[in-house]
């Protein structure tokens, strides 16, 4: 929602609250009537209150019909990036989440990786994988990186049939921790 729209709709929110509060006094008599009617009368001798109040009832009038007939339009919602592979019995599509689990997991089979994060682009040149990890300080760091390239690209392509573009790692942190073991 524009700002123009957002202070339109707080502008005619006060007026609206306020002639409610002014209509629900007027019935519990808190307001005597005979203010109302003297209003009323100096509204039908007084040309400049009259213009106030045209005026006024225009204004509201116009914020009214611009909140409801141009109000902002909801934006597409956007579609979950998807990995299409076209097979001979039809397509399988696979989600960006879908993928990164699959990144993720194998990635966490690798001793010395503790934590891992994948994020997914799909492009002209076809999925490329950004990957944080968190690794121990037991390991080597290059090596390490290589083998969570090899893994996950046979990870993916095994699981998911899909040979990725690119798969860039970043060592976010290195902690010290003992290696897993793997039973």
Not at 20 to 35: D, G, N, Q, T
Not at 129 to 149: D, F, G, H, K, W
Request: charged share 20%; hydrophobic share 45%; proline share 4%.
């Amino acid at each position: 929602m524009k700002l123009i729209d957002r202070v339109l709709a707080v502008i005619l929110g006060l007026v609206t609250a306020s002639a409610c509060v002014f209509l629900f006094l007027l019935m519990l008599e808190i307001i005597p009537h005979e203010y109302v009617n003297n209003f009323l009368h100096n509204v039908k001798i007084l040309w400049s209150i009259k213009l106030l109040a045209c005026i006024g009832t225009i204004v509201v009038l116009a914020i009214s019909l611009r909140l409801i007939f141009m109000a902002p339009k909801k934006e597409p919602r956007l579609r979950e990036p998807q990995y299409i592979n076209i097979t001979s019995d039809g397509n399988i599509k696979i989600t960006s989440e879908a993928v990164n689990d699959v990144a993720s997991r194998s990635a966490k089979e690798i001793d010395g990786v503790v934590e891992s994060k994948s994020n997914i682009r799909i492009n002209e040149a076809g999925l490329n994988i950004r990957m944080s990890l968190i690794t121990t300080t037991e390991v080597n760091l290059p090596e390490l990186a290589a083998s969570v390239q090899n893994t996950v690209k046979n990870s993916l392509e095994n699981i998911c049939g899909i040979s990725p573009a690119s798969i860039q790692i970043m060592i976010e942190k290195n902690q010290n921790q003992p290696q897993r073991t793997i039973k």
